[in-house]
């Protein structure tokens, strides 16, 4: 397998995993014990934007494209290849931020939707 697959292997497991992060806690609606692995990695998702830390995906995903031949990229993968999707600026401190709190927001919400989702259900179940 040549170094740019693997890179561009690493960038899609690097995707996944922000999905997972963001999204992920709407899974444990479905399969309960899946917030075993998504609450640890939420944490880690927004501790990364909150500490302006970098993902050790990104140096490797550079590392696999140099060893390729291609030109690896500064930042982060946020920076890289998400933010020029979603924002025409570069990364802030504060967009960081505000990232890292959207994170938290999402998967508060999703978290407390599922609890009261589950009350429900076995209430319904009691009153039959």
């Known amino acids: 397998m040549s170094y740019g697959l693997l890179a561009d292997a690493v960038l899609l497991l690097h995707l996944a995993f922000i999905l997972f992060v963001v ?6 609606w479905r399969w309960p014990r899946l917030a075993w692995l998504h ?5 880690w998702g927004a501790l990364i934007e909150f500490g302006d830390w970098p993902c050790p995906l990104t140096p490797l995903e550079n590392h696999l494209r140099a060893l390729a031949g ?3 990229y500064r930042g982060g993968f946020v920076e890289h290849y998400l933010l020029p999707l979603i924002y025409p600026e ?13 994170v ?10 599922g609890r009261r989702r589950a009350a429900l259900s076995r209430g319904g179940r009691r009153g039959r």
């Open 70 to 72: 291609e030109a690896g």
């Open 39 to 43: 609450l640890p990695a939420a944490a």
């Open 104 to 113: 938290v927001a999402i998967n508060l919400a999703a978290y407390a939707l």
């Open 23 to 28: 999204l992920g806690g709407f899974l444990p």
């Open 90 to 102: 570069a990364l802030t401190r504060e967009l960081q931020v505000a990232l890292g709190l959207g």
